[in-house]
């Protein structure tokens, strides 16, 4: 059910509608809340559950200076908002950030990633805006489920997307309860989570999402170190088939005035591919350029 109403949704939204793109299989896709996330994931091996509870012990106790820093930048920023935003401007508007899960995020960038989207949902709850924080992978290497199907099926030519996708919701905006996202971020931390990165796929799903809402202004911000790779694809479709197809929703995105669309791009110069974007050159500048993206995008996306 939920993959005839994602899919109807895309339709109507102009995407899926391209004739160089194609998919082999939904049939093995995944949408799941954070919190459910080990219900699809293998077990932890023992070296990744260690792995693990260091990498939550230094997002919770190693960056208090880092988040000191960053939260005074948010203290500041919210005061401009305020004067330059009404209460209900600020209601009305709803701001999902997309964050890239591939294996090249590992480390630092993954647990600064994790760390910058618990400020950015607290500062823009504590204003009034609604929220929702999101991430994205696929669930094995090398194809997964979807590969081995089209290896039964006579490995057809060109078969599309050829993975298995998995959408992770840590914060949904219909959330209304505290805006710390809390413990729910040390899944984002887990080794074996960080795998594929579909990009296209994943902003035409968080869009989806946004277009469900009733919100008159609607923000997606994608943080991202670089373009779409998933190599069992690429092996059978070209090495250009994922960033052309990201290219085609990009340009579907921007030119919808439904939606205003960002990114951020860590060590990588998304501005190739957005209009809308900055740069992190260091990752432990990645707060403070978020808390930049959203006073631009919540100031310039205000009905005039």
Known sequence: MFKLLFNQVLKRAGF????????????????????????????????????LDDAWKTFEMSLNSWRTTANLQALETTGFIRNATSDHERQDTVVSILIDHSGSMRGQSILLAAATAEIACDFLSRLGYR?????????????????RLWRRQGSPRYPGRL???????????????????????KN????????????????????????????????????????P???STLHENGPNFLIDHLRGVIARLEADDRIL????????????????????????????????????????????
Do not use: Q
């Open 16 to 51: 899926g509608t391209s004739d160089t793109y194609s998919v082999f299989t939904r049939d093995f896709d995944v949408v799941v809340d954070a919190a459910r996330l080990k219900e699809v994931l293998a077990p932890l091996s023992t070296d990744d559950a260690t792995a």
């Open 131 to 147: 929220v929702e924080i999101l991430g994205f992978t696929t669930l094995d290497w090398k194809g997964g489920k979807s590969r």
């Open 163 to 185: 993975c298995d996708l998995l959408h992770i919701v840590y914060r949904s905006a219909d959330t209304r309860d505290a805006p710390a996202l809390g413990y729910i971020l």
């Open 188 to 227: 984002m931390l887990r080794r074996d989570l960080l795998k594929e990165n579909v990009d296209g796929e994943a902003l035409e799903w968080a869009a989806s999402r946004l277009y469900r809402r009733p919100e008159k202004r609607k923000i997606l911000i994608v943080l991202s170190d670089g373009a």
């Open 229 to 231: 790779v998933d190599d």
């Open 261 to 304: 669309l960002a990114a951020i791009g860590i060590n990588w110069d998304a501005d190739g591919l957005y209009k809308r974007s900055l740069r992190v050159t260091a990752p432990e500048d990645l707060a403070g350029v978020m808390i930049d993206m959203l006073r631009s995008v919540l100031i310039s996306s205000r009905p005039r």
